[in-house]
């Protein structure tokens, strides 16, 4: 029986079991607990999910489908290295799906709800900037954005950037050093600005900047 502290049903609703795994241990790489090369143990997943091997190894198939972690003969599965190229093609793509989501979500900024929700989302942004607290800021910046497709309200579209933006934080957890966090925040403020005034076409202008900048 999987670990009901884990297990809640929140994450349960609708997924099996072993994308309840996958997704668990996706969050462990996203919060830096698993890091690139890391040897993933399905036992020790096991045993921390109070579950069976089965469908921990089902859940590492899955997120070797999705790119993210790769087995190595005779030692095992670990989570997936990323080359400089493929980081730069994987922060295009993300540039155009958030372009998008602007065009996607472009007449629903105008609701003062869906605005309120933005505005709570970029003062929890500022106030972990204002601290220099860097992790944090990435995983605050990554709800920020999550929001942009929230609100295009497009399945299809949401998927892809889920796909994708494991990825790149996964960069920024190596990469990112307070002076590219310093040089991001006035950039996705603006965006959030323009966002507000529904000027959307400028809005899309920065994003590729936005992101080609922070692989710098």
């Keep these: 029986m999987v670990n009901e502290r884990w297990n809640n049903n929140d994450e349960a609703i609708g997924i099996s079991l072993p994308e309840q795994i996958a997704k668990y241990i996706l969050k462990k790489i996203m919060k830096g607990e698993l890091v690139q090369g890391d040897k993933i143990v399905e036992e020790y997943i096991a045993s921390e999910l109070k579950t069976s091997r089965a469908p921990v190894r ?23 290295s990323f080359t ?3 980081i730069k093609e994987y922060a295009e793509v993300m540039a155009g799906l958030i372009q998008m989501a602007f065009d996607m979500s472009k007449d629903n900024w105008r609701n003062p709800a869906v605005v309120a929700i933005l505005d709570q989302k970029l003062d929890a942004l500022n106030e972990v900037f204002v601290k220099r607290k860097l992790i944090d800021y990435q995983q605050k910046a990554n709800l920020l954005t999550s929001y942009f497709f929230e609100v295009a309200d497009n399945k299809a579209l949401s998927k892809f950037y889920h796909e994708s933006v494991y990825i790149l934080n996964v960069f920024a957890q190596v990469k990112w050093k307070v002076d590219t966090m ?9 965006i959030v600005a323009l966002l507000k005034a529904s000027k959307i076409e400028d809005a899309k202008a ?11």
């Design 182 to 190: 310093e040089h991001f925040h006035p950039q996705i403020s603006c």
């Design 206 to 216: 920065i994003v590729p900047n936005l992101l080609m900048d922070t692989l710098e």
């Design 58 to 80: 089902e859940a590492l198939y899955l997120l070797q489908v999705d790119n993210i972690v790769e087995r190595i003969p005779r030692r095992g599965t670990i989570v997936k």
């Design 84 to 86: 400089d190229k493929e």
